[in-house]
């Protein structure tokens, strides 16, 4: 059965909406990062996100090209969820709504590789609501953005789960990768 893998960048301060948007601090790169991300999308082949994330990385993504990351994400199959999209503009874009965690369920269930979900909110909940929820990937930015709200914090309600962490990876600039997996 196919894993779904979280991956959500999150400050210090909890927050998680609108990661492009928050302040920059002068730190060294490392090239790691974007490594990790490519991996993690290439053992994928497919992309899960609610309405607010897809509303995010469409009109980003679709201008990109050339590159392993942008080609791959172009050209995967994306899953949104969302009651209020009807007309996805991405190409490859389903839309489930309705039964979400059925039809999640049987996305899991169909053969392919892993599955990656982008964002933390009603859909992440949702999935660790009905034990659909395999791996999670934290961002952990070494910043406090100082703007977030109830709306835009990690998880601010949710079923208890407890997690065992799995992975960590330090990059230069001291963001931290801890992935953790519903113990």
């Not at 201008?63 to 999209?85: A, F, H, I, Q």
């Not at 934290?138 to 406090?144: A, G, R, S």
Request: hydrophobic share 35%; glycine share 8%.
């Amino acid at each position: 059965m196919r894993r779904i893998i979280n991956s959500t960048y999150i400050s210090l301060d909890g927050v998680v909406e609108q990661p492009h948007e928050w302040p920059t601090i002068e730190r060294p790169s490392d090239e790691r990062g974007g490594q990790i991300q490519t991996s993690l999308l290439m053992a994928c082949d497919a992309v899960l996100m609610g309405r607010r994330t897809y509303d995010g990385f469409a009109p980003v993504w679709q201008t990109r090209s050339g590159d392993p990351l942008s080609d791959r994400m172009n050209t995967m199959p994306k899953y949104v969820v969302s009651t209020t999209l009807k007309d996805p503009d991405w190409a490859n874009t389903t839309v489930i709504s309705g039964d979400v965690a059925g039809q999640i369920r049987e996305l899991k269930a169909q053969p392919g590789q892993d599955i990656v979900q982008y964002g933390f909110g009603a859909v992440s909940t949702l999935l660790m609501e009905h034990g659909l929820l395999d791996e999670l990937r934290l961002w952990l930015h070494p910043l406090f953005v100082g703007t977030g709200t109830n709306d835009d914090v990690l998880f601010p309600k949710g079923p208890p789960t407890h997690f065992e962490l799995t992975d960590s990876t330090i990059l230069k600039h001291g963001m931290a990768i801890l992935t953790y997996r519903p113990a």
